[in-house]
């Protein structure tokens, strides 16, 4: 594993989404190995769908060293601990669908991340408010 890849993307995955930060300016700071991990990281705008937005960005992803594979799964590890609490079970129910497809696209990529993120999906289900 490429621990200087996969921190330096850890810390930028939401750098060209949130900020006035482009794959230019990543590019020029960190070098095109990062920029590309960053990019595909980012979730594509220009996609109105949230699943086929995810999807995308999972494929490419996939395109991707598989220490931009773990960076997903870590951070959708660590977006598992606990829902907003504005969020009804419905959104809960979503979030946890789409953390199964994560885990199903790029489980190969890290076992020790997909068994983290596995247990995550299970521990979830704890914040629904009805019995599923």
Not at 109 to 126: D, H
């Amino acid at each position: 594993m490429n621990s200087d890849l996969a921190v330096k993307c850890a810390m930028l995955h939401d750098t060209i989404e949130d900020t006035t930060f482009d794959y230019e300016k990543v590019n020029d700071l960190f070098g095109s190995q990062v920029a590309s991990g960053v990019l595909a990281l980012t979730k594509n705008d220009q996609i109105t769908d949230s699943l086929e937005k995810m999807l995308d960005s999972l494929n490419r992803i996939k395109q991707q060293p598989i220490e931009v594979w773990a960076v997903k799964m870590a951070d959708r590890i660590s977006n598992l601990y606990e829902p907003p609490y504005y969020w009804n079970d419905e959104k809960k129910l979503k979030y946890i669908e789409e953390a199964e497809i994560i885990h199903n696209e790029l489980k190969d990529g890290n076992e020790y991340l997909a068994r983290r993120l596995k247990i995550k999906i299970k521990e979830y289900y704890r914040f629904l408010s009805t019995s599923n």
